[in-house]
């Protein structure tokens, strides 16, 4: 597709003889809102102009944060801003699972799972290809409309096959994994921490867990699951 910074030709539908996806212009993937206030902003104008999914590949690495828009004017992140960008390019699969592949930067393996949990079509292909990186604990920052957050790539990803809504996009409808397990389009996943969490239940003797988030003094106690929380400080939320 012939790369427009305003992607005004693009979402022209008259005479739009590109790529589809989910039977549809892939722009229309995210709300009219989201994408005029994309096209409008300062980062869509003077980063994605002319990029290509090598040039993106620069942008992409430089990310430090992902997330919606953010802000009273709902201002749209970089993060965003690169994925209606991926929609308007359309890069093959292969380009794709690189970004995934790769281990060096964790916003741009963010940025390739929000990709194809929006683009990629077949629900079996969409659990396959992101469940792997369920193993992934590396801290992520997130921009949320009012201030910011700490989570996680494994978070992330599970966000994006459980969750119908992620960072300010109606994500495509996918069937449940049991669905298709029972359909035999997926094998049955085992947990990872599937022993150990068996192991912790007979350690317990019944005793339930639940992670909780209580405020210590200046710093926040984050909990993940049954484990005791982690201490997170306002200087570690500000860092990458």
């Not at 590949?57 to 965003?80: C, E, H, M, N, W």
């Amino acid at each position: 597709m012939v790369h427009h910074a305003d992607a005004k030709k693009a979402l022209d539908e008259r005479g739009y003889t590109g790529t589809l996806l989910h039977g549809d212009n892939p722009l229309k993937l995210f709300e009219k809102a989201v994408r005029d206030r994309i096209v409008d902003s300062y980062y869509w104008k003077e980063q994605c102009f002319g990029l290509n999914a090598a040039t993106l590949l620069d942008r992409a690495t430089d990310l430090s944060f992902i997330g919606g828009t953010y802000g009273v004017a709902q201002k749209p992140t970089p993060f965003l801003c690169l994925a209606f960008k991926l929609l308007q390019l359309t890069p093959s699969k292969d380009i794709i699972l690189f970004y995934l592949h790769q281990e060096e930067f964790k916003y741009l393996r963010a940025l390739a799972a929000f990709y194809v949990r929006l683009a990629w079509e077949k629900d079996e292909e969409v659990y396959k290809t992101l469940e792997p990186y369920l193993a992934d604990r590396r801290k992520l920052r997130r921009r949320v409309r009012e201030g910011w957050a700490l989570t996680y790539v494994d978070d992330f990803v599970d966000d994006l096959l459980v969750k119908g809504r992620v960072c300010a996009t109606t994500l495509p409808k996918v069937n449940p994994r049991g669905f298709l397990e029972d359909e035999g389009k997926l094998e049955e996943r085992v947990s990872a921490l599937g022993e150990e969490l068996e192991e912790m239940d007979e350690d317990s003797g019944g005793d339930e867990s639940e992670g909780e988030v209580e405020e210590v003094g200046s710093a926040m106690v984050v909990g993940r699951g049954g484990g005791d929380g982690e201490v997170v400080s306002d200087e570690e939320m500000s860092g990458d």
